[in-house]
């Protein structure tokens, strides 16, 4: 099992980053995804859960109307839009499969 995460960056204030997620050694469609991140000094906390099908999961308050997951299965990968970022969205951001597989983390950083 492996998960890698890109599409990390530098981003202004009010500006949108992609995530992607590239998965293999099992088979996507049947699993959910959960997307973390991990600010400086602050623990690890789930950002939203990208459902098999159906809405996301679990987004987080402080995310909800911004961030938004997606997937292609046939791709093997899973999405993170996130829109108007603010500097609070700063972290490093991991994506996660049951199991506790984790992928290496791409780092956000949203700052003027």
């Known amino acids: 099992v492996r998960l890698v995460e890109s599409g990390g960056g530098l981003v202004q204030p009010g500006g949108s980053l992609r995530l992607s997620c590239e998965t293999s050694?099992?088979?996507?469609?049947?699993?959910?995804i959960n997307w973390y991140r991990q600010a400086p000094g602050r623990e690890r906390e789930l950002v939203l859960s990208?459902?098999?099908?159906?809405?996301?999961?679990n987004v987080a308050n402080s995310v909800k109307g911004r961030f938004t997951g997606s997937r292609e299965d046939d791709w093997n990968t899973v999405y993170l839009q996130m829109n108007n970022l603010k500097t609070e969205d700063t972290a490093v951001y991991y994506c996660?499969?049951?199991?506790?597989?984790w992928g290496p983390g791409t780092q956000v950083t949203v700052s003027s």
């Open positions: 990208v459902s098999r099908s159906g809405p996301d999961l």
């Open positions: 050694g099992f088979t996507l469609s049947l699993y959910t």
């Open positions: 996660n499969r049951i199991g506790d597989y």
